[in-house]
DNA sequence: CTGAATAGATAGTTCCACTATCCGCTATAG
DNA sequence: CTATAGCGGATAGTGGAACTATCTATTCAG
């Protein structure tokens, strides 16, 4: 197919996917001749993706285009894809360090939860961040309502895993992998507020 | 305080507080005289709830004071705040309409998990948009996972509530609306990534 | 044959979140 | 008392991101 019909296709406006094609983020047509290129489905999966991933997912172009560079490496690895993965979804700013008293607060988290988390992990640093913040905003992490949220990832975490286990080509896990991470992000926080709006009803009515 | 006093305890450069005033983020300090300004306790809070919305909450500038605006309010109303909020968190775009099938499964989802969801309500459309954006992403959404996450988030939710009626003055419970709604998220999904790390680890070693 | 579409390059646009500069004034150190 | 650093408030400028428009030289479709 030709660059129209992808467009028409995919929903995506024809001078986007000639930047996105600029940008990397997916790969040229078969050339014809010097002014025709060749577009197949896979490209059109490849643009969903991107379009998935920008869109709904909220990653920028280039956060896109490094995630989709690890699916594409000649030997992907997984603990490759989960560093960009985690990295692009949403950047470490180094706005506000977290106090030693927060990290330790991460860090006892973790083990009541029987989590294992490297020291230099930049995940610990991101949690003791996002505690940090809610801090600032004047809310306590105190009393316990932090294991609730750890209890519920933690339940989604290893649901995770347990569907990476059903598939069968690696290529499926790649992809399952950074769809599942960053689409499931956004699932998960919309879901939350559905059972917020839900629970507000139930509890004060309409 | 001062203005310069005011940037150095909140870590935030003296041009953006002077942005934030311009913007009707953070109310102006009592003149003393034509170009002086006393600042208190309530602007600093007001500052620090601020940046925690906009930077680890990544609100614009704009939602943030939409927000702000409905805790201000002369008649606060938990109704309007979670709207806002909702509205805040991810802007609602129509990139993607979902199909009136994907409408049907967050239907049947919300049913299966006892959730009230108003047939009108913005959080119908958004999950199924995500839900459409997993679709073309190329994820199947029927093996049943997702009820899973709903699970969750289902005990997220009650448990916010929980924490909620532990308050006394409505404007900590306004607060904690906020705060909760937006920085919640970008904590559920930070021990997220930190319980998927672990688990993979767990299953497959370093 | 002709008009619409195409590949690829370059340049322009729009929006956002700040920054920088300027002015007339004021608090304060010496 | 003066010098000077800082202030409030207004206006203008900056830099990055994500497109969008335009251009040229083809080429395909009817």
Not at 176 to 201: F, I, P, W
């Amino acid at each position: 197919m030709r660059i129209s019909e992808l467009s028409q296709r995919s929903g995506v406006p024809v001078p986007s996917i000639k930047f996105y094609l600029r940008e990397g983020l997916l790969p040229r047509g078969e050339l014809t001749s010097p002014n025709q290129a060749r577009y197949d489905e896979d490209h059109l999966n490849r643009l969903r993706l991107v379009s998935a991933l920008t869109g709904v997912g909220g990653l920028s172009v280039a956060a896109a285009r490094d995630v989709l560079a690890v699916i594409d490496a000649e030997e992907p690895n997984l603990d490759d894809l989960m560093g960009v993965t985690l990295k692009a979804v949403h950047p470490i700013t180094t706005e506000n360090e977290p106090t030693d008293a927060e990290l330790a607060e991460v860090d006892s988290l973790a083990e009541r939860h029987g989590w294992y988390v490297h020291p230099d992990s930049p995940l610990r640093e991101e949690v003791a961040q996002v505690v940090a913040a809610l801090h600032q905003a004047g809310l306590d992490t105190g009393s316990g309502w932090v294991d609730g949220y750890a209890r519920a990832a933690d339940d989604v975490a290893r649901q995770d895993h347990e569907v990476l286990t059903g598939l069968d080509g690696l290529d499926e896990v790649l992809r399952t992998v950074v769809v599942g991470t960053v689409l499931g992000e956004r699932l998960l926080a919309a879901l939350r507020r559905m059972a917020q709006a839900s629970e507000a009803h139930r509890r004060y009515g309409v």
